[in-house]
């Protein structure tokens, strides 16, 4: 007997459990045994009816999604879902946890549904570059409508089983005991001789012709803004809108074509790979040697934007905090920016009043430093400056209990440094939380030159309590991110002085699917906070290194971005995006002509091939130096800080799919141009050599 699927009788009804922890994913056997088991049910006169059911925390939450892209093992996901819904006894799946993806196409198939309240549903397939590709495109219009399934397939975001129930996905919702619940179900069905409905011949969801045609192209307007550039997505409504006027068996078949046809994209490459990458960026060497600290409380230093944001996804996590400014006025603004965030979470339906007197209660503000003493992790979040984080570490020193795990917030600076400040530098951590702190999901966590393997370990746990992504990051100048991020910004300056204008490099970003260009965010963070940097670096800058002062011009003139209004773009009447700056043309042609650039043409490809070959160059050396673990940690850094676009599945994935011996090529042409700049990699140079990639380092 297949023993990913147990099989058990309860009066008339037989009981079919998918039992391949953890998450039941619908792999090659747990197929097969579900259809071995249900042959078996048939053939049993005793058997009237049949529950599918997960054992463990779920029912089955997906795919096996390891197997995309080898060859397909029989039977298919497909020919499971069609062999269920042909069944002549009634089949009732009984949902708990999560049912997600080949997982709700499997309760699809089934003829009945019934889900604990706590259960969630969806069709994630999106997110992996993919459509549902086992019926899920066809069968839910069928109940739901247009509307309803674009929405669920589109967005990838489970819903409640409420929801579920609402749009008629699921037909009875419980609280009892799951397993009970289903055989009184079965039981029911069985008694009153409740005739089997297939799915695929259910037609509600099909009456409104005029709301489904309306809700097709809708949808494909809202795509076109919110996901311009993407594959899956366009492919899903155009399966919807096959199965408003198509059979089942015609459905189907456009269905596995559109599948197809995703899986063989290379946007359905680098998502897997994303995926992947995010669950590997949590595994660390150090959580293999020790356990993390215990970490219920912390106390954050500052109130200031990082500070109440790392404060309140703290108190979202459930932990108790204590927030520490340095007077009255600086203690007040640090409530008000807590406070406000809650309001607007209340207004908007994302928290009750109860929920937000629960979180209040655990956050403590005050002025008295003393008051860290009973904190497991203390994270300081004062300005960006050396003198001033050693100085607040000095007193967390002080005041600190033995064990509290101590965490400097910083984007830049020197981690080893900073716990120089202490007694115990052991117990110090980098924390690069990026803002605001409470919406993004990256966290840098930056190892220093000798932490105990407990408190690098008490990093992730934080991060898992937060439900942010971590990367490990070594300790250099920048890290991981802000290091790369200086080297494809300071590509974009060259790009401008030598002909480009910041708009065009922005728009060839944007269309290789950035949300926004590098001048553009520039803008956003504020051109005095990079000002500041170059002129605080100007003593080590390489006099060799070629250096590109348009920026340092604009800021002379006052102009920092939307703060003030004016930047490499304008911003009339404080819109959000700006236009084009009209006296920026002015500071450019004076720095060419001051620097002898006679500026050249560059067509949207060029800027992507230089920009990209800047980034990956400098983040093969982040590799090779380790600074990061593994390539794919580049990736995740790249993607979840930074806004690489998710398809294309980070910087050195991309490199992969670019094809490594071209990219080398391409610097070693720059390389002609300005040999300081465009040094290559050696770790590029050694996997071209040794005919490896990036993914075979991860």
């Known amino acids: 007997?297949?023993?990913?699927?147990?099989?058990?009788?309860?009066?008339?009804?037989?009981?079919?459990?998918?039992?391949?922890?953890?998450?039941?994913?619908?792999?090659?056997?747990?197929?097969?045994?579900?259809?071995?088991?249900?042959?078996?049910?048939?053939?049993?006169?005793?058997?009237k009816a049949v529950v599918l059911i997960g054992g463990g925390r779920t029912f089955p939450a997906g795919a096996d999604i390891t197997e995309f892209g080898g060859p397909l093992l029989e039977p298919g996901l497909p020919d499971v879902v069609n062999y269920i819904e042909n069944q002549k006894l009634p089949i009732i799946a009984a949902i708990h946890g999560t049912a997600l993806g080949g997982g709700l196409e499997i309760a699809l198939g089934?003829?009945?549904?019934?889900?604990?309240?706590?259960?969630?549903?969806?069709?994630?397939?999106?997110?992996?570059?993919?459509?549902?590709?086992?019926?899920?495109?066809?069968?839910?219009?069928?109940?739901?409508?247009?509307?309803?399934?674009?929405?669920?397939?589109?967005?990838?975001?489970?819903?409640?089983?409420?929801?579920?129930?609402?749009?008629?996905?699921?037909?009875?919702?419980?609280?009892?005991?799951?397993?009970?619940?289903?055989?009184?179900?079965?039981?029911?069905?069985?008694?009153?001789?409740?005739?089997?409905?297939?799915?695929?011949?259910?037609?509600?969801?099909?009456?409104?012709?005029?709301?489904?045609?309306?809700?097709?192209?809708?949808?494909?307007?809202?795509?076109?803004?919110?996901a311009k550039g993407l594959y899956?997505?366009?492919?899903?409504?155009?399966?919807?809108?096959?199965?408003?006027?198509?059979?089942?068996?015609?459905?189907?078949?456009?269905?596995?074509?559109?599948?197809?046809?995703?899986?063989?994209?290379?946007?359905?490459?680098?998502?897997?790979?994303?995926?992947f990458a995010e669950r590997?960026?949590?595994?660390?060497?150090?959580?293999?040697?020790?356990?993390?600290?215990?970490?219920?409380?912390?106390?954050?230093?500052?109130?200031?934007?990082?500070?109440?944001?790392?404060?309140?996804a703290a108190l979202k996590s459930g932990m108790h905090v204590v927030m520490v400014e340095q007077d009255d006025a600086s203690i007040a603004k640090g409530i008000s920016n807590?406070?406000?965030?809650?309001?607007?979470?209340?207004?908007?339906?994302?928290?009750?009043?109860?929920?937000?007197?629960?979180?209040?209660?655990?956050?403590?503000?005050?002025?008295?430093?003393?008051?860290?003493?009973?904190?497991?992790?203390?994270?300081?979040?004062?300005?960006?400056?050396?003198?001033?984080?050693?100085?607040v570490f000095q007193k967390i020193d002080k005041f600190a209990k033995q064990g509290a795990v101590l965490a400097s917030n910083t984007s830049y600076l020197d981690i080893d440094e900073i716990a120089s400040a202490t007694e115990r530098p052991q117990d110090v951590i980098g924390l690069h939380?990026?803002?605001p702190a409470n919406i993004m999901k990256l966290l840098e966590i930056v190892i220093p030159s000798n932490p105990n393997d407990d408190v690098v370990a008490t990093g992730f746990l934080l991060a898992k309590k937060m439900k942010k992504i971590p990367v490990r990051a070594g300790n250099c100048h920048g890290f991981i991110g802000n290091r790369i991020l200086s080297i494809y910004g300071e590509l974009a300056s060259y790009l401008v002085e030598d002909g480009a204008s910041p708009h065009q490099v922005d728009?060839?970003?944007?269309?290789?699917?950035y949300p926004m260009g590098p001048f553009q965010m520039f803008d956003m963070a504020g051109l005095d906070i990079g000002w500041a940097n170059r002129k605080a670096g100007k003593s080590t800058r390489d006099p060799n290194r070629r250096y590109v002062g348009i920026a340092d011009r604009i800021c002379e003139k006052g102009w920092f971005g939307q703060k003030t209004g004016k930047g490499f773009y304008d911003y009339p009447d404080g819109i959000r995006f700006g236009v084009e700056n009209p006296d920026l043309k002015e500071i450019i042609e004076s720095e060419r002509s001051n620097n002898n650039i006679t500026p050249k043409k560059f067509s949207e490809q060029e800027i992507i091939r230089r920009y990209m070959a800047a980034m990956i160059n400098e983040a093969a050396d982040v590799v090779d130096e380790g600074i990061a673990l593994r390539p794919s940690d580049v990736d995740v850094t790249l993607l979840y800080g930074y806004g690489f676009p998710r398809y294309r599945g980070g910087p050195l994935k991309y490199a992969d799919m670019y094809g490594l011996e071209k990219l080398v090529k391409d610097i070693k042409e720059f390389e002609k141009e300005d040999p300081i700049f465009w040094r290559l990699s050696p770790l590029l140079e050694r996997l071209v050599r040794e005919n490896k990639t990036f993914d075979s380092l991860n």
């Not at 339906?349 to 503000?365: A, T, W």
């Not at 728009?507 to 699917?513: D, I, K, S």
């Open 1 to 47: 007997m297949n023993n990913v699927i147990s099989y058990q009788t309860i009066e008339q009804t037989a009981v079919i459990t998918f039992n391949n922890p953890p998450v039941n994913a619908l792999g090659h056997a747990v197929r097969s045994g579900v259809m071995e088991n249900l042959k078996i049910a048939s053939e049993d006169p005793k058997i």
């Open 110 to 226: 089934a003829h009945f549904r019934i889900a604990l309240n706590s259960a969630k549903i969806g069709l994630p397939e999106v997110h992996l570059g993919l459509l549902p590709g086992a019926g899920g495109t066809q069968r839910v219009p069928r109940i739901a409508g247009a509307k309803a399934s674009i929405e669920l397939m589109t967005s990838g975001t489970p819903i409640s089983a409420g929801r579920g129930n609402k749009i008629d996905i699921i037909d009875r919702l419980t609280d009892s005991d799951l397993l009970d619940a289903a055989i009184h179900f079965s039981n029911e069905i069985i008694q009153k001789n409740i005739p089997i409905v297939k799915t695929s011949e259910r037609t509600e969801g099909l009456k409104d012709i005029k709301g489904n045609k309306q809700a097709i192209d809708d949808a494909r307007a809202a795509l076109e803004v919110k």
């Open 232 to 275: 899956a997505p366009f492919r899903i409504i155009d399966c919807v809108e096959a199965s408003l006027s198509s059979s089942i068996n015609e459905g189907l078949k456009y269905e596995r074509e559109a599948f197809i046809d995703c899986l063989n994209t290379p946007q359905r490459e680098g998502l897997v790979h994303a995926f």
């Open 280 to 312: 590997k960026s949590a595994k660390i060497p150090e959580a293999g040697r020790a356990e993390p600290r215990q970490l219920s409380s912390l106390a954050v230093i500052g109130g200031g934007t990082m500070g109440s944001g790392i404060t309140l």
């Open 338 to 391: 807590v406070e406000k965030v809650l309001d607007r979470d209340v207004s908007k339906g994302r928290l009750d009043n109860e929920r937000k007197s629960e979180i209040l209660n655990r956050y403590r503000p005050t002025t008295n430093f003393k008051d860290i003493a009973s904190a497991d992790m203390i994270i300081e979040a004062v300005f960006e400056e050396m003198d001033i984080k050693k100085q």
């Open 433 to 435: 939380f990026f803002s």
């Open 507 to 513: 728009e060839a970003v944007r269309n290789f699917g």
